[in-house]
């Protein structure tokens, strides 16, 4: 059983930045692709990053492109999201999510992710 907790989200001001984690259990963290999602009141679920196992490649959704960043420290099973340049748009709870299969190494499609966690709420104001 894998355990996912975010923390980082808050209310923040346009243009602001927020660093958002996701402490994984399990010994074998380094084996699983981790991407974060967003869901936005009355909207479907968004994909928004991914890392790889080893941290060296990354996806990401056009709509963060030069904004945000994923990075992950195996060592402390943990990854992060830095969001920068926020926008009133990318108000949304927040969710990591794990592959453990290991027959993926990056995906945007959600249904790949087999553990999800709770969600942390980000609120940019303008």
């Known amino acids: 059983q894998v355990q996912l907790v975010e923390s980082g989200g808050g209310l923040v001001q346009a243009g602001g930045s927020l660093r958002l984690s996701c402490a994984a259990s399990?010994?074998?963290?380094?084996?699983?692709?981790v991407g974060w999602f967003r869901q936005a009141p009355g909207k479907e679920r968004e994909f928004v990053m991914a890392?790889?196992?080893?941290?060296?490649?990354?996806i990401y959704s056009d709509s963060v492109k030069g904004r945000f960043t994923i990075s992950r420290d195996n060592a402390k099973n943990t990854v992060y999201l830095q969001m920068n340049g926020l926008k009133p748009e990318d108000t949304a709870v927040y969710c990591c999510?794990?592959?453990?299969?290991?027959?993926?190494?990056?995906?945007?499609?959600?249904?790949?992710?087999?553990?999800w966690g709770q969600g942390t709420q980000v609120t940019v104001s303008s």
């Open positions: 999510a794990a592959n453990t299969q290991g027959l993926y190494s990056l995906g945007r499609d959600p249904t790949i992710y087999d553990y």
């Open positions: 399990g010994r074998t963290f380094s084996n699983y692709v």
């Open positions: 890392i790889s196992r080893s941290g060296s490649s990354t």
